[in-house]
Each structure stands twice: as C-alpha cells, then as structure tokens.
C-alpha cells in the first residue's frame, strides 16, 4: 500500500467499516471445511472465509457470491528422498531412490474485488502423509465439496 494515494487509504478504510457491518450481520447457514472454513449465509449469497473460531471479532472480509469468479483446487506433493548408512556411515541413496512424499490441499477462489483478485488457502493445518489414506482422502472431499458448493451457488 505504499503506493496507495490518501483517497485509497480512506475508501479501503470506509470498506473495511462497511465490512464490520457486513460481519455483523452474516448468519451461518452452512459450514464447509475443517480448518480452513468457508461459512456460508445462504439467505443472503454471501461468504467468508476463517481461520478463526472467533471470525466475528476479527473482520473477515464478507464476499458477495456475485463476485466470485471461480474456484480452484490443487494438490501438492513434497517429495523428500530416503537415504541409508553405507558401511563408512555415510548417508547413500537407495538404488533405485526411495522417496517418502507429504501432501498438502488447497483451495483458491477468484475474487471480484477493488481489494483482493483472490482468497487462497489451505484446506489441511498440517501435512498428510499418505496418498489415499483416510486423511487424504477426507482432505481431497473437502476440497472438492468447497469448490463445488460455491461453483454451483453462483447466480
């Protein structure tokens, strides 16, 4: 915001006012995500999208489902090499490499915004360890279930 001129500053300030009303009168009609959540209030086609337990306090931003221009998921993979001791104690590559890989789940949903282009997030506080497991799988629903929900409520 360095760049940003007085009138800027003011009419990001009126927004983020306007805002805490927004946030005041948001009512939850549904919920998705475990630590990541995108609350719904469906009454009025808008969203918000917390971290927090206490999100009223913390002023999230209140999105107009117009303005939601589309919705992308993305799993990615951390890939780490496993290494053994050869007979001096030096760590060595298995032949063939071994790898053990880790997974993190996002989301990111286009904004329609003077403020924001997008609002990215992951769906997982911490990483999954195995493909196709109980926890990815469950991290890839909500995901998917995220995506889908706010694809499918765009008027």
Request: glycine share 6%; proline share 3%.
């Amino acid at each position: 915001r360095r760049k940003s001129g007085l009138a800027d500053i003011k009419a990001h300030l009126a927004y983020r006012e306007e805002n805490k009303n927004e946030v005041a009168n948001f009512h939850v009609t549904r919920t998705l995500g475990s630590y990541t959540q995108v609350l719904l209030d469906e009454d009025a086609g808008k969203i918000i999208v917390t971290t927090s337990d206490n999100w009223k306090d913390n002023n999230p931003d209140v999105i107009h489902i117009s303005q939601i221009k589309d919705c992308q998921t993305r799993i990615q993979d951390y890939r780490n090499e496993l290494k053994r001791k050869d007979g001096s104690g030096n760590e060595v590559s298995f032949d063939p490499p071994r790898y053990e890989y880790e997974y993190d789940f996002y989301v990111k949903i286009g904004v329609d915004s003077p403020w924001f282009e997008n609002i990215g997030f992951a769906v997982n506080d911490q990483r999954v360890y195995m493909y196709g497991s109980q926890d990815y799988r469950e991290m890839e629903r909500q995901a998917t279930e995220i995506k889908e929900v706010l694809l499918g409520i765009q008027p």
